[in-house]
Each structure stands twice: as structure tokens, then as C-alpha cells.
Nanobody
Framework: QVQLAESGGGSVQAGGSLRLSCAAS????????MGWFRQAPGKEREGVAF????????YYADSVKGRFTISQDNAKKTVYLQMNSLKPEDTAVYYC?????????????????WGQGTQVTVSS
């Protein structure tokens, strides 16, 4: 059974930083990519950042490019999202996703496994 355990969310003032972690278990890590989505109240879920497998190529939404960095530790089967220069509009529940077996990586329906979500709140 695949499990994705997220951690690292919290509240921070604008301009601050947070690092999210997603530890995978029961998953062939490094085989089908991992990524982060977010969903703000009243808005649709949107893709934030992804890391492909096995190449480790990274992709970012325009809204976070230059501020967020996705990385991974293969030995720990963990993917990270370092978020710097946070803005109030980054406030959302952030979800870890794994298991991209084809399809558009920006589309949530393309991913097979999801974490429970972690809240990120950025105050102005």
C-alpha cells in the first residue's frame, strides 16, 4: 500500500520560508515521478512543482518559479519543496503526489497517489 506522509506546513509571514517534506512508502521510488499540488479555498487544485523519474528533471508553475525548489533524497524516499519569499497568495493546502504513469503532469488526474495535505498559511 502506497503512503505519502507530508510534513512541514505552518504559518509564516510574507517573505518567510517553509520546507515541505513528503516521505513515500510502499512505492517504487524513483520510478514514476513525484510532485506537489496546492488548493486554496474556493479555487481549483493547481500543480506547483514536479520532479521526473528517473531523470530528476524539475518543472515549476510560473507563479512559483524562482521562489520554490523541489528536490529529493532517493535514499530516504523523500521529496522536498523549499518555499522562499512566500506570499499571501501561496496560502493553500499543499498535497504531495506520486505515480505519474503517463498523461499531463499538471493534471491531478494523471497522478495515482496522494498525501493527506498540509496547510500553508502566509500572512501579510
Amino acid at each position: 500500500q502506497v503512503q505519502l506522509a507530508e510534513s512541514g506546513g505552518g504559518s509564516v509571514q510574507a517573505g518567510g520560508s517553509l520546507r515541505l517534506s513528503c516521505a513515500a512508502s510502499g512505492y517504487t521510488y524513483g520510478s514514476h515521478g513525484m510532485g506537489w499540488f496546492r488548493q486554496a479555498p474556493g479555487k481549483e487544485r493547481e500543480g506547483v512543482a514536479f520532479i521526473s523519474a528517473p531523470a530528476g528533471r524539475t518543472y515549476y508553475a510560473d507563479s512559483v518559479k524562482g521562489r520554490f525548489t523541489i528536490s529529493q533524497d532517493n535514499a530516504k524516499k523523500t521529496v522536498y519543496l523549499q518555499m522562499n519569499s512566500l506570499k499571501p497568495e501561496d496560502t493553500a493546502v499543499y498535497y504531495c503526489a506520486a505515480g505519474l504513469y503517463g498523461g499531463n503532469l499538471w493534471y491531478g488526474g494523471s497522478w495515482n497517489y496522494w498525501g493527506q495535505g498540509t496547510q500553508v498559511t502566509v500572512s501579510s
